[in-house]
T-cell receptor, first 113, second 114 residues
Framework: AQSVSQHNHHVILSEAASLELGCNYS??????LFWYVQYPGQHLQLLLK??????LVKGIKGFEAEFIKSKFSFNLRKPSVQWSDTAEYFC???????????FGGGTRVLVKP | DTEVTQTPKHLVMGMTNKKSLKCEQH?????MYWYKQKAKKPPELMFV???????INESVPSRFSPECPNSSLLNLHLHALQPEDSALYLC?????????????FGPGTRLLVL
């Protein structure tokens, strides 16, 4: 069975600070990896995804993530956050046969203006 | 266009009521999903339809009954729900095939069971 772990449940930082959210997964086979964001009162939106190729992927709104296979990790980064980045961030994995997406527990990010 | 629409946005129902949630996508996706999201928790998969056939049921109680009338529509029929079923119900859709399984989510239906 596949599982996803997000290390930080809550992160508070100031505008212009750098952000890094950790994500580790457990699954022995080939995986597809995703980061989704849920802004307050809004629906889940795809930030970025990794299927294969360059392990450093760039997404929308200045976010990027790095897939490190040896560490089973897919950490999300943004060099300089804005107040509008306040949201909940979910890492997700689809590794099993079929199309079953498993989410991590989420990280609530609060950016202080 | 990556839009998945869901109706209604909000639903309040009693434990003896029968209601339905509706989801629609026009992206040509051949997989559709229902998730349940409780407050401050991640989405949990309930059902997956692939090519209009139920392919995954995550041991969901029978008071939830999914239906996929065609490749664009997905329904979730609700009957005799419990207060603990109150949650945000999310629909998603995706292509099928290696490298194409990105799921796009609708805004959800916020359900309150009294």
């Amino acid at each position: 069975a596949q599982s996803v772990s997000q290390h930080n449940h809550h992160v508070i930082l100031s505008e212009a600070a750098s952000l890094e959210l950790g994500c580790n997964y457990s699954y022995g086979g080939t995986v597809n990896l995703f980061w989704y964001v849920q802004y307050p009162g809004q629906h889940l939106q795809l930030l970025l995804k990794y299927f294969s190729g360059d392990p450093l992927v760039k997404g929308i709104k200045g976010f990027e993530a790095e897939f490190i296979k040896s560490k089973f990790s897919f950490n999300l980064r943004k060099p300089s956050v804005q107040w509008s980045d306040t949201a909940e961030y979910f890492c997700a994995v689809n590794g099993a046969a079929g199309n079953k997406l498993t989410f991590g527990g989420g990280t609530r990010v609060l950016v202080k203006p | 266009d990556t839009e998945v629409t869901q109706t209604p946005k909000h639903l309040v129902m009693g434990m003896t009521n029968k209601k339905s949630l509706k989801c629609e996508q026009h992206m040509g996706h051949r997989a559709m999903y229902w998730y349940k999201q409780k407050a401050k928790k991640p989405p949990e998969l309930m059902f997956v339809y692939s090519y209009e056939k139920l392919s995954i049921n995550e041991s969901v109680p029978s008071r939830f009954s999914p239906e996929c009338p065609n490749s664009s529509l997905l329904n979730l029929h609700l009957h005799a729900l419990q207060p603990e079923d109150s949650a945000l119900y999310l629909c998603a859709s995706s292509w099928l095939g290696a490298g194409q399984e990105t799921q796009y989510f609708g805004p959800g239906t916020r359900l309150l069971v009294l």
